[in-house]
């Protein structure tokens, strides 16, 4: 529409500059006033569309300002914003928690940017950790959320609202309301329990405890019966360990002025919870002036559900033409949780047995290849020693060798020797015994003669 007028407005100043410059020429005083009237009327025409065009862009900046306060109060301060998600919010997210990332953003009315660098246009920058942020959003100065501050920031918009609203109803409509009679007590005792041989965390009870109530005037002379259930809760703390459990009386004494004795046993088994608040009660016993117990003849109901906490607690049975369905309520699944919980622990000492025999096993081969190794390195030494050894006496053996081959060629040498010399020798005796043998032949025949 602006250029529309704009356009009109050029045709018209030119036209009345065409019959302005004819009518100078003395051609027509027609055209020199039809002229003046183009001008004159050109310049209202200017006059109103400039009026048009200034409602026109008030119109368009209140307009414009409506939707930005409909989009900040619908999404928040951050609707209409460019996010950049870094590469390290990325990184350290699955393919799941990125889509729930960016949806979180397009709930809050941002958009996501497809840049795939920080630039200038970026309004907000969103990382895994506020302590490592990009360079870049830092050089730019632009704002870094991380996934807690968009969660907060979610919370603060209309949807969020909406949510918080709704929630707060639901916990307004479950709202649970004390039911039936209540009554304040000071005197308890824990049962005594014992730990049981089989489910570890789980206790059996192996002595009653004791509960005086202290009644009011309107109460009649035994306001319980045996087999009832009471809900006892310290008032010493309001923390998670304030609840001491649900117990059934088993003997009701005798009234004494206002206050009446009781036998009770726990209800439910009891664990390492139930111990630990008994305990809490104990030191707030010792400690406090006067310790107070809230007793309640059972546990608040809730307008939702169609049974009561305490049947959730305990669990019912619902007969069908099929049979009946028994439901072991919250205490039954703790039961077994904890029986879960046992068998798991008592599988943890039997890996942990497994463990250190396979450890002990393994440090026995370790000294066995400890060992090996120290006698492979011995057997090397004597190996290198029988080699040395050899080596030396096949160098004694070649000596020896040698030496024998020279003896026996000098033993032939002097037998040879001593073959010559008793040849020499024996021809000295023939010689010596010859003349002896004559001289005597010579006597013999002188004297026969």
Do not use: C
């Not at 100078?24 to 006033?33: A, C, K, M, P």
């Not at 300002?65 to 996010?83: E, P, R, S």
């Not at 010493?236 to 004494?253: A, N, R």
Request: aromatic share 6%.
């Amino acid at each position: 529409m602006d250029y529309v007028f704009i356009g009109l407005i050029i045709i018209l100043l030119l036209a009345g500059a065409v019959a302005l410059v004819l009518g100078r020429q003395g051609i027509n005083r027609t055209t020199l006033v039809f002229a003046w009237l183009v001008l004159v009327t050109t310049a209202g025409f200017i006059f109103l569309a400039g009026r048009v065009g200034e409602r026109e862009r008030a119109w368009r900046e209140k307009v414009r300002n409506l939707n930005a306060q409909i989009l900040t109060t619908t999404f928040g301060d951050y609707a209409g914003k460019i996010f950049y998600i870094s590469d390290s919010s990325d990184a350290d997210s699955s393919n799941a928690e990125s889509d729930g990332l960016q949806q979180k953003i397009l709930q809050l009315g941002g958009i996501l940017s497809n840049s795939k660098t920080i630039r200038s246009n970026i309004d907000v920058v969103v990382v895994n950790d506020p302590e490592k942020i990009p360079p870049r959003a830092k050089e730019l100065g632009i704002e870094v959320l991380d996934q807690t501050g968009i969660n907060n920031v979610l919370t603060e918009t209309l949807a969020g609202l909406n949510t918080a609203i709704i929630q707060k109803r639901r916990e307004q409509a479950r709202l649970e309301t004390w039911r039936n009679r209540h009554w304040l007590s000071a005197f308890f005792t824990p049962p005594k329990v014992e730990p049981e041989g089989t489910n570890r965390g789980l206790y059996k009870a192996v002595g009653n405890g004791a509960l005086r109530l202290i009644l009011s005037a309107g109460d009649s002379e035994k306001p319980v019966n045996t087999g009832a259930e009471l809900a006892l809760f310290n008032l010493e703390t309001d923390d998670e360990q304030g609840f001491l459990g649900i117990f059934s009386i088993e003997e009701v004494g005798q009234r004494e002025g206002n206050l009446l004795s009781l036998s009770i046993a726990p209800l439910t088994t009891p664990d390492a919870h139930d111990l630990a608040a008994w305990k809490d009660w104990a030191i707030f016993t010792r400690a406090a002036k006067n310790p107070r117990i809230a007793v309640y003849e059972d546990l608040p109901s809730s307008k939702e559900l169609s049974f009561d906490a305490l049947t959730a607690l305990l669990g019912t049975e619902i007969n069908t033409s099929a049979g009946p369905i028994t439901s072991g309520g919250l205490e039954g699944m703790r039961r077994d949780l904890l029986q879960e919980l046992s068998k798991i622990d008592n599988m943890t000492d039997q890996i942990g047995l497994a463990k250190a025999a396979t450890e002990r096993e393994r440090d026995r081969k370790k000294q066995t290849a400890d060992g090996l190794r120290k006698d492979r390195e011995a057997w090397k030494e004597d190996n290198e020693f029988a080699q040395g050894a050899l080596a030396k006496l096949e160098a004694r053996g070649g000596t020896l060798k040698k030496n024998l081959r020279a003896t026996r060629t000098r033993v032939l040498e002097l037998r040879t020797e001593l073959s010559e010399l008793n040849a020499q020798l024996m021809a000295e005796i023939n010689r010596t015994v010859q003349p002896t043998e004559n001289s005597s032949a010579t006597r013999g025949a002188a004297a026969l003669r």
